[in-house]
Nanobody, 115 residues
Framework: QVQLVESGGGLVQPGGSLRLSCAASMWMFSIYTMGWYRQAPGKQRELVATIPSSDIPNYGDSVKGRFTISRDNAKNTVYLQMNSLSPDDTAVYYC?????????WGQGTQVTVSS
């Protein structure tokens, strides 16, 4: 059984920062590729960032240089540090865990960037 619980979303002004956390419950967290995806109203879900067990992250083009994904295998947690936020970053952010082609999803956390 895999459970993913996101936290840290909210309302932030343009140019501000937020840090999302995803607490994961599963056996052998360290071997999963963990990631963050987002979905804005009327748009498809898109990749934000992923981090495999090798710890080499991959980022979507729209967030490169602004967002940083990290993981703490001792705490079964993955983080997303988001800086220089803009209204275009407004979306529901979903935590994802992937292993052997199987995806698991959290319930999502809302991030709203607005003045």
């Amino acid at each position: 059984q895999v459970q993913l619980v996101e936290s840290g979303g909210g309302l932030v002004q343009p140019g501000g920062s937020l840090r999302l956390s995803c607490a994961a419950s599963m056996w052998m967290f360290s071997i999963y590729t963990m990631g963050w995806y987002r979905q804005a109203p009327g748009k498809q879900r898109e990749l934000v960032a992923t981090i495999p067990s090798s710890d080499i992250p991959n980022y979507g083009d729209s967030v490169k240089g602004r967002f940083t994904i990290s993981r703490d295998n001792a705490k079964n947690t993955v983080y997303l540090q988001m800086n220089s936020l803009s209204p275009d970053d407004t979306a529901v952010y979903y935590c994802n865990a992937k292993l052997y082609g199987v995806d698991y999803w959290g319930q999502g956390t809302q991030v709203t960037v607005s003045s």
